[in-house]
């Protein structure tokens, strides 16, 4: 029988998922990931969400742990969200988190167990293809997380199961409803597990480093305001810049964090035809030519070119890229690679 190590968040599409392969015949055991030990009001992986995937496990009589990746997430997300910040750029912690925590080392695991396959809650698809598996994006496109996990390898994928790809949301949770299953109504998680609403991601930070304020200059560099922590501004932030109400609508064009600077303008000097990238990814083999591109977990897919120095041309000028964040490539449904704006 094959062996099926489900990883559990708490939530309804996890359970579902669990729910369906032990429909299906599998031996599935299921396994909650403890990843950060400190305040938390919002996000995954929390007491109450070890709790709840305990308890959806016992209604499916299947065994359920508990890895605790505590140490591994400080090192390879929260420290470099901090860093990142510190370095003016704006990072994606829970791709990074997806990246070395929730697929490398949750495989690496699996593998060691002698389990045969590893699957999560993620509305996302595996399709096969001539050149081996590839990550396509799920059949309800408001929930779609391809975007968040475009890091996954081809030796991943073959290793990966998404039940609840093919479904939409709300037929997610009916069967949860039609199960029993205790999380069939649960909210979905959409934060940043380690950053609390009550205080916030200035809070956050300014225990983790020195924030400074910083002058805002327009395009021509004369001085029109200023911010509290140049830390914390992101590119095409309207928010938080203090302007005296004096110059018209202006977002964060530029933050230089070493001059202690924000350059602020219009919507229209916001706009950018290209887009220069780092840390390139592939499914794949390396891919010129037209593809669709997604620049954050829920915006819309533009029409772009990618060049042979691996940057993006887009067919119309579009808003910056904040540095820092990924940009994900597409052919149709299908993700081909990845990389990180600089």
């Known amino acids: 029988m094959t062996r099926v190590l489900v990883a559990m968040s708490g939530g309804v599409d996890s359970a579902v998922s669990a729910a369906l392969l032990k429909r299906q015949g599998y031996e599935v055991t299921g396994v909650t990931l403890k990843l950060w030990g400190g305040a938390q009001d919002q996000g995954c992986c929390s007491v109450s969400d070890v709790d709840d995937a305990r308890r959806v496990a016992q209604q499916l009589e299947i065994d359920h742990f508990v890895f605790n990746y505590g140490e591994a997430f400080e090192r390879h997300v929260v420290g470099p969200y901090v860093e990142a910040h510190a370095s003016g750029l704006t990072p994606n912690p829970c791709i990074e988190c997806n990246r070395h925590i929730k697929f490398d080392a949750l495989l690496d695991r699996a593998r060691q167990l002698n389990f045969d396959r590893v699957a999560t809650g993620h509305h996302a698809q595996i399709v096969g293809t001539e050149n081996g598996p590839r990550l396509s994006r799920g059949a309800d496109l408001d929930k779609d997380q391809s975007y968040v996990l475009y890091m996954l390898s081809e030796r991943d994928l073959k290793m990966l199961e998404f039940p609840i790809g093919h479904m939409k949301k709300t037929e997610v949770r009916e069967l949860a409803n039609e199960l029993g299953l205790r999380s069939a109504s649960k909210p979905d998680s959409q934060d940043v597990c380690f950053i609390t609403a009550s205080e ?14 910083a002058q805002v200059v327009d395009i021509g560099g004369n001085n029109i305001g200023t911010v509290d922590a140049v830390e914390l501004v992101t590119v095409g932030q309207r928010k938080g810049l203090k302007l005296g109400g004096n110059v018209g609508r202006s977002y964060a064009v530029e933050v230089d964090i070493p001059s202690r600077r924000v350059v602020a303008g219009s919507a229209q ?49 579009r808003r910056k890229v904040a540095p820092g964040q990924a940009v994900v490539f597409y052919l149709d449904d299908a993700v081909i690679g990845g990389a990180i704006a600089c």
Do not use: C, I, K
Request: hydrophobic share 35%.
């Open 269 to 317: 000097d916001l706009l950018s035809e290209t887009v220069e990238l780092r840390d390139h990814f592939w499914t794949g083999p390396e891919y010129q030519g037209s593809v669709a591109v997604q620049t954050s977990a829920h915006g819309d897919p533009a029409a772009a070119h990618l060049n042979a120095d691996g940057s993006v041309q887009w067919t119309q000028a």
């Open 200 to 213: 916030g991601r200035g809070r956050f930070l300014s225990e983790r480093l020195n924030l400074h304020a």
